[in-house]
């Protein structure tokens, strides 16, 4: 079983910054790079969609197209982290954020499952 914790979430202005962290944990000599890492997030009144993804053991990177250009997915497999970098923040970018993890997707996308999941962390884009 694996933990996820995400952290960073806050109240910004639009065309401001965030950087969100996930921490992974959990499985005794778990090896996250064998995950593929996903960020999603879920506005009020809408489903949750793909955000970002970092495939498993050197695999892709994937963005949504409302966020390319904007977010950047990091990967740290030695301290268990997955960030995401936003920057020039939108009004629509408010939703709580959530990483999720899934074993062995080289290529990650949206469309496959997602075993483990954090809580989320709220981000608020609003003048």
């Known amino acids: 079983q694996l933990q996820l914790a995400e952290s960073g979430g806050g109240l910004v202005q639009p065309g401001g910054s965030l950087r969100l962290s996930c921490a992974v944990s959990g499985i005794p000599d778990f090896t996250m790079g064998y995950y593929a890492i996903g960020w999603f997030r879920q506005a009020p009144g809408k489903e949750r969609v793909l955000v970002s993804c970092?495939?498993?053991?050197?695999?892709?990177?994937n963005y949504a197209d409302s966020v390319k250009g904007r977010f950047t997915i990091s990967r740290d497999n030695g301290k268990n982290t997955v960030q995401l970098r936003m920057n020039n923040l939108k009004v629509d970018d408010t939703a709580v954020y959530y990483c999720?993890?899934?074993?062995?997707?080289?290529?990650?996308?949206?469309?496959?499952?997602?075993?483990?999941w954090g809580q989320g962390t709220q981000v608020t884009v609003s003048s």
């Open positions: 970092t495939g498993s053991s050197g695999g892709n990177t």
């Open positions: 999720a993890a899934a074993r062995s997707y080289y290529y990650c996308s949206g469309s496959h499952p997602y075993e483990y």
